[in-house]
């Protein structure tokens, strides 16, 4: 039997402890299926939902959860359902966008301050220094203060925020890695700095970052529906769950399902995000000890 290639053992061997939890964990398994079901909403929501998220009906405001809307209706008579449901494309996208933003550009200057060290190093780490010293949300904010509101530019300003926590890592990894035996004995194969850096150092750096932008997934969600919250994503009447909560808080009191269903979608999505995250890290991080 032919033996896998390195990358495909690799993946086979992470993915193993993550897949055999699932039947010893149920907590596991339930936020498996509802990250699922979320995956549906987002790709596509019609098929859960099948009302206008937009369409309102002055005469069907403020209605109680009921058989016929089973999250009730909004202060215009819209669905909360089928809002809830479609804000899952506004809310998830805009977390997995900016994720992947950050991932891209942290990976890369992660990757070049670990090969060029020397003034590009320090150069780059006192830019990821200047980054962490604000707060993630704060200094979102304050990008979008000069961009201005709107899909793109939250996306931008989380993803921004989000570059150091992914460019560190693949720095620290780099300088490891490089330094290791194995690619001292690579480099005396005669292989080039190219072929080097592409098929020994940048896999085993990048590594970890899958599962960090699994775990920052959820953070991202939460700052994309605070800033919402505040006004700086989606404009209305788009299905934003941050800019759905903004709306219901006003009617807490005679209507609470309106900010009550938004909130719950955003709270669960995240926990079951982390949860999967962090099991996912947790077996990881033992089969790297084992």
Request: with cysteine; proline share 7%.
């Amino acid at each position: 039997m032919s033996a896998l290639p390195t990358s495909q053992a690799g993946e086979t061997l992470c993915r193993r402890p993550l897949l055999h939890a699932l039947p010893a964990q149920p907590g596991l398994v339930l936020a498996v299926l509802f990250i699922a079901v979320v995956a549906v909403a987002t790709i596509w929501p019609g098929l859960i939902a099948g009302a206008d998220p937009i369409a309102a009906d002055p005469l069907q405001a403020q209605l109680p959860p009921s058989w016929q809307y089973w999250f009730g209706t909004d202060h215009l008579g819209r669905d909360v359902f089928s809002r809830v449901v479609h804000g899952a494309r506004y809310s998830n996208l805009i977390g997995v966008s900016a994720v992947a933003f950050a991932a891209t550009i942290g990976s890369v200057l992660g990757l070049l301050a670990g090969l060029a060290r020397g003034l590009v190093d320090e150069i780059i780490t006192r830019f990821l220094d200047v980054v962490s010293a604000f707060p993630d949300l704060l200094l979102a904010l304050v990008l979008i203060s000069f961009t201005g509101p709107g899909t793109t530019n939250l996306i931008f300003a989380l993803g921004v925020a989000f570059v150091p926590r992914f460019a560190r890592v693949v720095r620290a990894q780099t300088f490891v890695i490089a330094r290791s035996g194995y690619v001292e004995q690579a480099r005396t194969f005669g292989l080039s700095r190219t072929v080097l850096v592409m098929r020994h150092v940048l896999p085993h750096a990048v590594a970890q970052v899958p599962i960090l932008a699994t775990i920052g997934l959820g953070t991202a969600i939460i700052g994309a529906a605070g800033l919402s919250f505040l006004g700086m994503g989606p404009q209305p009447p788009a299905p934003e769950w941050g800019s759905m909560l903004a709306e219901g808080r006003n009617y807490l009191r005679v209507a609470w399902w309106i900010g009550v269903w938004p909130g719950l979608a955003i709270t669960l999505t995240v926990i079951a995000i982390s949860v999967v995250g962090r099991r996912w890290q947790a077996a990881f991080e033992g089969r790297r000890s084992a």
